[in-house]
């Protein structure tokens, strides 16, 4: 933890940082990341009964969201050229 709150994560050189907030709103805010196989990424979410979003699409990429128990959003894409 660090003095303000939240968590701070660093594997090689990717960090990723986690902030708190003490409202609740609704930002748009939030993390997306790339994987090379987004189908198996819904299928194994859906499984395990994870709340899913279909996103607006974006030209070149196939993407969805989906929330954590706390209602965080998180985005996975794939760009269709992987």
């Known amino acids: ?10 594997v090689a050189d990717i960090q990723f940082h986690i902030g ?13 990341f790339r994987v090379k196989n987004l189908a198996d990424c819904r299928k194994y979410l859906i499984e395990q009964g994870v709340r899913i ?8 990429m196939d993407r969805f969201s989906f929330f954590d128990p706390f209602n ?11």
Do not use: C, T
């Open 1 to 10: 933890m660090i003095p303000n709150g939240g968590l701070w994560y660093e």
């Open 20 to 32: 708190v907030e003490n409202e609740i709103n609704n930002s748009k805010h939030h993390p997306a």
């Open 72 to 82: 965080n959003r998180f985005e996975l894409l794939q760009y269709k050229d992987l």
């Open 53 to 60: 979003k279909e996103d607006i699409a974006i030209p070149g």
